[in-house]
């Protein structure tokens, strides 16, 4: 019934969406995408998969930058749209380079260790970011510095595994060192790198 006084809960969600969303979405569908490709290359051993996964990163960066233009130049700021797009960069930023990385051997046990942590770094980050936004930016219209880094600098670790990809440096052409059980890939310390600088309290840097 249209007078139901429930009713407008059903369709407060939809109605919540703005234009900002959609990019939000184009994002992660980059992100998901880039992840089912890593899956794929996995199975295929076929380079354009894996360069075209990480080549989905810097499009996911474009639509995080524009879904937040759109929302301040629209003034549709909501709790809806960040949700969005934290849940949004987990996947682009943070699953999708782990599954990238993988793909391209990282697969020792501590190489497995570390992708999670970093992962987690990125999960931990954009809740702590979501619960003090507000303060941050001090009445402002957005935050006026970043604690730790963003998580959407992980491009420069997919952009390293592609030139690697691309100048045949991933796989068996991996170095690795034998650590107890397991075996860790130097190239995973980047991953450990970023992720440390994610949940750092300390470093601040400066919103554009």
Same mark, same amino acid.
């Given at each position: 019934?249209?007078?139901?006084?429930?009713?407008?809960?059903? #369709?407060?969600?939809?109605?919540?969406?703005?234009?900002?969303?959609? #990019?939000?979405?184009?994002?992660?569908?980059?992100?998901?995408?880039? &992840?089912?490709?890593?899956?794929?290359?996995?199975?295929?051993?076929?380079?354009? %998969?894996?360069?075209?996964?990480?080549?989905?990163?810097?499009?996911?960066?474009? #639509?995080?930058?524009?879904? /937040?233009? &759109?929302?301040?130049?629209?003034?549709?700021? +909501?709790?809806? /749209?960040?949700?969005? %797009?934290?849940?949004?960069?987990? $996947? +682009?930023?943070?699953?999708?380079?782990?599954?990238?990385?993988?793909? @391209?051997?990282?697969?020792?046990?501590?190489?497995?260790?570390?992708?999670?942590? #970093?992962?987690?770094?990125?999960?931990?980050?954009?809740?702590?970011?979501?619960?003090? @936004?507000?303060?941050?930016?001090?009445?402002?219209?957005? &935050?006026?510095?970043? *604690? /730790?880094?963003? $998580?959407?600098? +992980? &491009?420069?670790?997919?952009?390293?595994? @592609?030139?690697?990809?691309?100048?045949?440096?991933?796989?068996?052409?991996?170095?690795?060192?034998?650590?107890?059980?397991? *075996?860790?890939?130097?190239?995973?310390? @980047?991953?450990?790198?970023?992720?440390?600088?994610? $949940? +750092?309290?300390?470093?601040?840097?400066?919103?554009?």
């Amino acid at each position: 019934m249209s007078g139901d006084p429930q009713q407008p809960r059903h #369709f407060s969600m939809i109605r919540g969406f703005h234009l900002a969303d959609a #990019f939000t979405l184009a994002n992660a569908a980059c992100g998901m995408t880039a &992840v089912l490709l890593a899956m794929k290359y996995v199975g295929s051993g076929t380079l354009a %998969d894996f360069l075209l996964a990480a080549a989905l990163a810097p499009a996911a960066l474009l #639509f995080d930058v524009l879904d /937040g233009r &759109v929302a301040r130049h629209f003034g549709t700021h +909501s709790a809806l /749209g960040r949700e969005l %797009d934290s849940l949004a960069d987990v $996947i +682009s930023f943070g699953v999708a380079p782990a599954a990238l990385a993988y793909a @391209a051997g990282l697969r020792g046990g501590w190489d497995v260790v570390v992708l999670i942590f #970093f992962v987690c770094c990125g999960v931990s980050r954009l809740a702590r970011y979501n619960v003090t @936004a507000e303060a941050l930016a001090g009445g402002a219209a957005k &935050v006026r510095y970043f *604690e /730790g880094t963003p $998580i959407p600098t +992980s &491009v420069v670790l997919t952009a390293l595994l @592609a030139w690697g990809a691309y100048d045949a440096k991933i796989g068996a052409a991996l170095a690795a060192w034998k650590i107890g059980p397991w *075996e860790l890939h130097p190239w995973v310390l @980047a991953f450990a790198l970023s992720g440390t600088l994610m $949940i +750092s309290k300390t470093l601040r840097i400066p919103k554009i």
